[in-house]
Every structure is written in C-alpha cells, then in structure tokens.
C-alpha cells in the first residue's frame, strides 16, 4: 500500500510536522481532505508555501511580518508610543491585542532566556531591545513574559537593562484569574496574590 | 494584527480545513512551523498540493491512487483473486492490511448506504462492483462494512446481490474485542457475543 502510494505517505508523513498531530491523526487528515475537501487541501498548501517563504521578522518588534514593519509599528502613533510592552511570543502578543487594552508598541522575544538550551540574550534579540532603549523615546517598560521559571528569568534580565537607564518598568499583575474559585487555586498563584492585595 | 498579515491569517484560516482543528489550534500550528520548523512547512504544502492534484482513484477498487490501478490490484495474484472484501473506506483498507491476515483483494465503497444524506448505491460504486461480480471470478465476498446502522444496511444491500448470483457471502465476526473485560462491555456486543458463541 505505502509503495504505491508516495504520494499519499508523503502527505501522511508531512502532516506529522504540525504540533500534536501523529500518524493516526496525520491519516485521518489526509483521508479527510482526500475525500471532502480537496480545494481545502489545495489552498492549504498554497497558504503554506507561501506563508513559510514570505513571513519573516519585524524589524522594530521582532514579530512575524511579511513586510518591513509590522502593522503596529507601521502604526503612526504606535510605532512611536513610549510605551514598550516586551511579550514571549507572537501568540502572547495576539493574546494582548485581542483585550484592545494596550496602544503601546511590543517587543517580541521569539523565546526566552534558557542557558541550558542556549538561548542567550543574543538569541533573544536583546542587543535590539538594547538599542530601542538606548535610542531614549521609551518610557516605560511592561514586562509580559510567561510567570514560569525562564519567564522570570528572562523578566529580571530585561528589568535590570532598564533600570540601568533610568526607564520605568512594570510586570503583568499576579494574582486570582477572572472566575477564579479559592478552594481549586494552586498555592503559589494563593500565595502572590495575598502578598500582592490592594486596597478596597 | 490581521490586517497586516493577510499571509499568516490566510494560513491560520486554512488550517481550519483539517478535521478536528479549530481557531486556536490553527494559530498554534502556523506559529510552530513560522518559528521552528519552515522546512516542514514547505514539504507539508508541497506534499498537499501534489497529493490534491495526482491522487484519485484505483479503477478496480476505488481506493485511493495515483496511478490507474492500485499497488494491490496491479498485483498478479491478489488483483485477480477470487477472495473480495468490501470495505467503506481507505482508512479501513489500510487497518485490514497492516493485520497482514488477508490476502485478496478489496472493494473500498468510500461511504456507506444513507439515503438520507443522498448516498445511494450509485455513488458507492455499487454498480462497478456488480459488473466485477458478474465477471464471474470472484467465489467469496468478506463484507467488512462498519458494525453501525449504516454500515449493516450496506452489507445486507451486497449480501442481497451476491445471493442472486450464487456467490459465497460473509460477515466479520462480532463479539468480545481482544483484551475486552466482560464487565464494561455494552449490552448489544455481549449479546452478539452470546448468540456466535462458537464451541470450544
């Protein structure tokens, strides 16, 4: 079967790139474009080729863009803001956008510190953000990286850069989620937020 | 955000085109591949447009197949074998030869009888499958349709020409799964299980 069909093993086997998907999964994709949906299958692979030769990096903000500057930084009032806020990832800053709370600029990490897998501050891009904060426009810094061990790390790392120059810093508020129920809430994440309480 | 990158938003929208991919699941995959895996990206669109293309189906047997017949039908003993199982889909093909236990060949109906949804027996090829009946090679029918209403519906259906024409008919057993506890078996397959018992 698989040596008269490279071409469906192929699919099958290329399928297996995509996170969280294994050989059963992989078949039943490739099945189901097969059979229902093949104009899907096709503007799929178009949207991929496409998308993996021309998505490349902003150059202010690091995020994907497949022009020069991304939207935001494009963005007269944006791409100037004195506000930075530095996220982890694209997904974290797509996450911030879609509250429409924030209408500074980013600074997207594409990772975080993690000695271990090598990834330095250079790999970070921090020589860039460096620059960003040498250049004296930006005001303030929001720290958004994720609240785990190299989502910390990475925050102190970035904090100290800052307080180097005198540049405020702020980090995302710990505490209680929204909806949140006590009795079902991790120590930890207990314990910030009573360390962090504020008055009513 | 979307605006700017109408090809990252092209290639999240078309992810949603697999089975059991949803909004976030599709973000989560386009940004795996832009940030770490471009080159599976691009096999993955290669390999989808090419298997869109070039794949249809075997002319004796329905599966899937680039070239007129399929490897198991261009096979000199197995293609002209008088042993035919009748299966409703690739997928099932494909579970029934990695059993390596049969060594005919299949008829792959791509569906199963539903009046309902307009799925007749024209559009599950049951007429190619009469004329290779009436060819007059074939001395025995495996009906492996699905264990479902549906798929009973279609195997009565074959069963009913195969009769006329004085062919050999059989059913998969049914009956307790291999390593099945008798305790979180439903009602219906213990049932089935009881009346094919079979002595021992």
């Known amino acids: 079967m698989t040596d008269a069909l490279p071409l469906l093993q192929q699919l099958i086997d290329a399928l297996k790139a995509l996170p969280?998907?294994?050989?059963?999964?992989?078949?039943?994709?490739?099945?189901q474009l097969l059979e229902r949906n093949?104009?899907?299958?096709?503007?799929?692979?178009?949207?991929?080729?496409k998308a993996m030769e021309h998505i490349g990096h902003c150059?202010?903000?690091?995020?994907?863009?497949?022009?020069?500057?991304?939207?935001?930084?494009?963005?007269?009032?944006?791409?100037?803001?004195?506000?930075?806020?530095?996220?982890?990832?694209?997904?974290?800053?797509?996450?911030?956008?879609?509250?429409?709370?924030?209408?500074?600029r980013y600074f997207v990490l594409m990772g975080q510190l993690s000695p271990l897998d090598g990834i330095g501050p250079a790999e970070l891009g921090l020589d860039v953000l460096?620059?960003?904060?040498?250049?004296?426009?930006?005001?303030?810094?929001?720290?958004?990286?994720?609240?785990?061990?190299?989502?910390?790390?990475t925050a102190f790392y970035i904090a100290e850069l800052c307080h180097r120059r005198q540049i405020t810093v702020s980090r995302l508020a710990q505490g209680v989620p929204f909806g949140g129920e006590l009795e079902y809430l991790d120590g930890s994440t207990l314990s910030y937020a009573f360390s962090g309480r504020k008055s009513f």
């Open 20 to 31: 969280g998907v294994g050989p059963k999964t992989a078949q039943r994709m490739a099945f």
């Open 38 to 49: 093949r104009d899907g299958g096709k503007a799929l692979g178009d949207a991929l080729l």
């Open 59 to 104: 150059a202010q903000c690091r995020t994907f863009s497949e022009t020069e500057l991304c939207a935001i930084c494009r963005d007269v009032e944006r791409g100037q803001s004195s506000l930075l806020c530095v996220v982890g990832s694209s997904a974290d800053l797509q996450a911030i956008e879609q509250t429409g709370q924030f209408d500074g």
């Open 130 to 153: 460096e620059q960003q904060l040498n250049a004296g426009n930006i005001e303030e810094v929001i720290l958004a990286t994720n609240q785990t061990v190299e989502g910390e790390a």
